[in-house]
């Protein structure tokens, strides 16, 4: 209980430590929120960029300010228990923070929809693609130095390391040099719908927002077409498939 609780000294130690993750949570709602109010305010294509740029600034300070109160070592503003971890780990890693994204996401559809409907949780899912799917690709442009214009290869490259990359297993096909096809073989959503016997999500209008933004973002030539998504119908080595031209 909190009752007569006025300074954060009063709290007990379970409760000061429930705190500190609460203020961390604070900290990357701030964030998201500021992005948020200048995408609204400048538009996507500038928010995009002051964001990697408040993200060069910011993380050295955070990240030396994190390790002074947690008590870890970094070398290059990494955490040097990182770098001393061996390949299969940090992949593991990376499947886990694909695994929690993943879990995140659904856990915000689930709550909207059992507030108000399936029909508005889409809504939200899809508008959310919109804005997460750009900066998902800038975040992979920037990390690998890709150039503005990537092309097919870049895309390529890019849809390797999408979050959902680390969970689900996909194909992609150089079909002509103006063209490649991405097939998505296993989602981890609709195989664990399928082990639970039900249909498919209806993934398609979610799937035309996100991968025509993530192309366009990569190198604005870039056009999508959807060959088949749920609910389409598909045959059973891809759950959906898309062509990426130029």
């Known amino acids: 209980m909190t009752d007569g609780v006025e300074k954060p000294e009063q709290l007990s130690k379970e409760q000061m430590a429930r705190l500190v993750m609460d203020l961390l949570y604070r900290t990357m709602v701030h964030h998201t929120l500021w992005f948020n109010e200048v995408e609204h305010q400048l538009g996507m294509p500038k928010a995009l960029e002051m964001m990697n740029d408040v993200w060069q600034k910011s993380y050295p300070i955070q990240i030396k300010r994190l390790s002074e109160i947690f008590s870890f070592k ?28 993943l879990a995140g996401d659904g856990v915000w559809f689930q709550t909207v929809e ?3 409907d399936m029909g508005e949780a889409k809504r939200c899912n899809d508008s959310c693609w919109a804005r997460f ?23 390529k490259k890019a849809l390797r390391f999408r979050l959902y990359a680390y969970i689900n297993q996909q194909s992609i ?24 016997g039900l ?7 979610a799937g035309l927002v996100e991968y025509r933004t993530f192309a366009e973002t990569i190198d604005a030539r870039i056009r999508t077409e959807c060959i088949g998504c749920p609910p389409d119908s598909h045959p059973s080595d891809w ?5 990426f031209y130029s």
């Open 239 to 243: 759950f959906c498939c898309w062509r």
């Open 74 to 101: 970094l070398q290059d503003s990494v955490p040097e228990v990182l770098l001393t971890k061996e390949k299969p780990e940090l992949l593991k890693m990376m499947e886990e923070l694909g695994k929690n994204w």
């Open 133 to 155: 799917s750009p900066f998902e690709a800038v975040a992979i442009k920037k990390f690998f130095q890709l150039p503005e214009a990537a092309g097919l290869t870049g895309l």
């Open 173 to 196: 096909i150089d079909e002509s040099p103006q063209s490649i096809i991405l097939q998505m073989n296993d989602c981890r959503v609709q195989s664990a719908r399928k082990r639970k």
């Open 114 to 116: 059992s507030n108000y």
């Open 199 to 205: 249909e498919d999500y209806p993934c398609k209008s």
